[in-house]
């Protein structure tokens, strides 16, 4: 049974930095991508960040480029992926999700989609000004 759990969300003021931590079970982690997406009241749900290629390529959203960075850590049984976000500003207030499935799907020509298998639960990061 595939689980997505995220973890890390919290309350922050602009400038300042976060990590959100993913772990994901039950994948077999050679063929997946997992990646982070957000949403905030009243968007559209937005790709982030994924990591594929057993770690080896990321993929960013332009806009985000060169403030959060995306990794991966393989354990046996267990993939954990973690999203370090730097000089955080207030419209990066959203929920957070985590996802899992394949590249393919999930980028295409240089996008993320939220084309994915499974999905977290969410968790929360709020920006102050």
């Known amino acids: 049974q595939v689980q997505v759990v995220e973890s890390g969300g919290g309350s922050v003021q602009a400038g300042g930095s976060l990590r959100l931590s993913c772990a994901v079970s039950g994948y077999p982690y050679s063929s997946n991508c997992i990646g982070w997406f957000r949403q905030a009241p009243g968007e559209e749900r937005e790709g982030v960040a994924v990591i594929y290629d057993g770690g080896d390529t990321t993929q960013y959203a332009d806009a985000l480029k060169g403030r959060f960075t995306i990794s991966q850590d393989n354990a046996e049984n267990t993939v954990t992926v973690y999203l370090q976000m730097n000089s955080l500003k207030p419209e990066d207030t959203a929920t957070y999700y985590c996802?899992?499935?394949?590249?393919?799907?999930?980028?295409?020509?240089?996008?993320?989609?939220?084309?994915?298998?499974?999905w977290g639960q969410g968790t929360q990061v709020t920006v102050s000004s």
């Open positions: 996802a899992a499935g394949f590249a393919a799907l999930m980028v295409v020509a240089g996008r993320i989609r939220p084309d994915v298998n499974y």
